[in-house]
Structure formats: structure tokens, C-alpha cells
């Protein structure tokens, strides 16, 4: 038996078919995973990220600490509420998780970590953070519904009551305290929509009261389809602590301005940078008829040089896509390797499909 959710009996008695995630009991569908990557596009679902760990560090130095722990820089953060996406790294430049912070007061910083990598994020946090005298503090009383789509953030609104009315009003990337929540206007879907902390005892009765409120109950299959049409990544898959962020597609999450901010692995990405980053994320379109996968091995010159790091069929291009990491200077045609076939495949830029609707030509 795995971990569980607040949500986990709402999941069993809504007949959700529960998979193992990362050590939790997680639902990847409740039906047809296709119906739910729809709804989302062109409606409003929800998924249960409880398993996902929200950080609480606080402390007088907590934002100077911050500058130092991520390589992407909270200086940017001004206004109370607002987020950054950021990776955090080791001394190497590898990918020790990929995560939201977001600026709550001077001496108060809100932190969500991928599930996955909790145990091994809680512990390198802590152990940075005794010279700066930070508090970290593991937030197991809450629970955290996303609900993602052109239609959800009025639906949950409408669900939440008026003390969550003025949410309405939250700029993107951007969260609050309203009442007993925490809503951001943040996603893993490529759809407008929020993500809401509250706490796990209301868990089962707001899940109840949303799908009531016509939002679709969403598994873990159809959050995987829309954060990959979406171009985002997944921790594990598309990189790790092996992977820099500049061969990952994450080089626009790196802050190396101003140039005498000191964070961990910024050492060696400048070196990585001198020298040259042999490797980079591209989006891969397949010509034939297939479905790309995992590490299906990408053929660059006639030549194994490549691999996908995720792929899928997509239900809103009908196509199957994939991101996968190739040479600096691969470009134009590939083909996969799938079970001996080498079938083609277009190189082509991500994020495939946001907002209901394809981002790139077919």
C-alpha cells in the first residue's frame, strides 16, 4: 500500500483506477482519459495534487537564503503573492527538482515540491539553510486541488463562496490567502485556472462540491498529455540531477544577471555554457504512424544521437509528439527507433498545443 491522499476514498468511491506515482496511490483515470484531457482544454477539470509537498520557510534572511538555493532569482518577486518558477540545483548544475516559491511576506516564502523528490528536497533544503537561519515547515495539514480550464477559475469561485471572489481578480503566476485557501493562478495544463491549498479535512467535501459544480474529475493520464502539449516539463523524465537546465529547455529559468549573485551549480553551468552545451530539448512531431514513448531512441544523421524524455499521443492534434533531448545542431528531420522501425519524425518548436488550440503547424 501506498501513501494517501486526503482524497484517496473519494478517488475509490468515484471508481477512479488508482496507480502507483511516485510512492503515493493516485488515480489515472475515472473513465475515458481522453473525455478528461478535453474537458480540461475546452471546459474545466480538477485533478488531487496532495501528494505534491508545500514548504513553509520562514526567517529574517529567508529571500537572501533563496538567492542563493535556486538558480532562478526571488529578487525579482515585489509584490506579496507573486510566484517564480525555478530549478533547484546541485554543485554539479543537475536538476535536484524543478519548483514554485512564492513571496508571502519579508520573512516568509511559500515553496511546493514535486512528490517524487520530497524526502530528498526537504532534506538538501534544510541542510542549506542552517547558515541562514531559516525555519523550514512541511505543510502536512493541507491538501491541493488544481482546477484547470477556460471555465474553472468562475467555477470554483462559485463553489469556494465569497470570501474567494476577489481571486477572480489574481494576475497570472500570482497567489493570495483567501479565507481558509491559498489559490494560485498557476497550472500544470497549458489553461487558465487555479491551484487551491486548503485545508485537508474540507478536502473531500470541496472535491465533492466541485464536480457538482460541473468541473470534470481529471486522473493522472490526462494531467501527463496536457502538460506535455503544453511543453512542460516532468521531473524524472525530461531531466534530473544528470541534466543541466541548459540542455533541458530550462534556460530562461536561470537568473545569471546580476552577475555577483552566488547560487548552487552556478559555477558549472557558466562552465557548461564556455565550453559549449552539447545537447538541447526540442519538440519532435512524428510524420508516421505510431506513438512515440520514452526512451525510443532518436536517429539524428542515420545516427542513435537522440532520445525522447517524454511522448504521447496528443487528443488535441491527433498526433503523437514528444520532447526529447538531441545534439546543439540537430535540425529539420529525424526519425525514432520504435521496436526496430525507424519511423519520421519533425523537429519543431513546444509548446505543441495551450489555450484549446495548436501552437504549431500540422
Given at each position: ?5 486526503p482524497l ?8 477512479a483506477?488508482m ?7 493516485m ?9 478528461e ?15 505534491m ?11 537572501e ?26 554543485e554539479h ?32 533544503i ?19 486541488i ?10 470554483a ?68 498529455t ?18 543541466s537546465?541548459l540542455?533541458?529547455?530550462?534556460s ?5 544577471e546580476?552577475a555577483?549573485?552566488?547560487f ?10 564556455q ?13 508516421d504512424r505510431?506513438v512515440?514513448?520514452?526512451h ?7 545516427q ?12 488535441t ?22 521496436r526496430?522501425?525507424h ?16 501552437c504549431?503547424?500540422?
Open positions: 500500500m501506498g501513501l494517501r491522499t484517496y476514498d473519494t478517488h475509490v468511491a468515484a471508481g483506477r496507480v502507483d506515482f511516485g510512492g503515493w496511490d488515480p489515472v483515470n475515472y473513465g475515458s482519459q481522453i473525455d484531457h478535453h474537458a480540461v482544454r475546452r471546459d474545466a477539470g480538477m485533478f488531487d495534487v496532495s501528494h509537498c508545500v514548504l513553509d520557510l520562514n526567517g529574517t534572511r529567508v529571500r537564503f533563496l538567492r542563493f538555493l535556486l538558480a532562478n532569482d526571488v529578487a525579482k518577486l515585489k509584490t506579496p503573492g507573486k510566484a517564480l518558477y525555478s530549478c533547484m540545483l546541485n548544475g543537475g536538476v535536484i527538482d524543478d519548483l514554485i516559491v512564492y513571496f508571502m511576506t519579508d520573512n516568509w516564502f511559500r515553496m511546493v515540491v514535486n512528490a517524487g523528490t520530497r524526502d530528498k528536497d526537504i532534506a538538501w534544510r541542510q542549506q539553510a542552517v547558515a541562514f537561519a531559516v525555519e523550514i515547515s512541511v505543510r502536512e495539514d493541507l491538501a491541493m488544481a482546477v484547470q480550464g477556460p471555465q474553472a477559475r468562475a467555477k469561485v462559485s463553489v469556494l463562496g465569497a470570501e474567494t471572489q476577489s481571486a477572480l481578480e489574481l494576475k497570472i503566476f500570482s497567489g493570495g490567502e483567501f479565507g481558509r485557501y491559498f489559490i494560485a493562478r498557476t497550472g500544470y495544463t497549458g489553461e487558465d485556472g487555479f491551484e487551491v491549498m486548503l485545508p485537508a479535512a474540507d478536502a473531500a467535501k470541496t472535491w465533492v462540491a466541485f464536480h457538482a459544480a460541473g468541473i470534470a474529475q481529471c486522473g493522472l493520464g490526462a494531467r501527463d496536457l502538460r506535455l502539449e503544453a511543453g512542460m516539463n516532468l521531473y524524472g523524465n525530461d531531466m534530473d540531477e544528470t541534466q537546465p540542455e533541458s529547455g530550462l530562461w529559468t536561470i537568473a545569471f546580476p555577483d549573485r552566488n548552487i551549480g552556478r559555477a558549472a553551468l557558466e562552465k557548461q555554457q565550453a559549449g552545451v552539447p545537447r538541447k530539448m526540442v519538440g519532435l512531431l512524428l510524420e505510431g512515440l514513448r520514452s525510443q531512441p532518436v536517429m539524428v544523421d542515420g542513435p544521437d537522440g532520445e525522447i524524455t517524454s511522448g504521447t499521443f496528443s487528443p492534434l491527433e498526433r503523437s509528439i514528444a520532447l526529447a533531448r538531441v545534439p546543439a545542431a540537430a535540425q529539420g528531420s529525424v526519425k525514432v527507433d520504435i526496430g522501425k519511423l519520421a519524425a519533425r523537429i519543431v518548436p513546444y509548446p505543441f498545443a495551450r489555450h484549446g488550440k495548436a504549431i503547424e500540422l
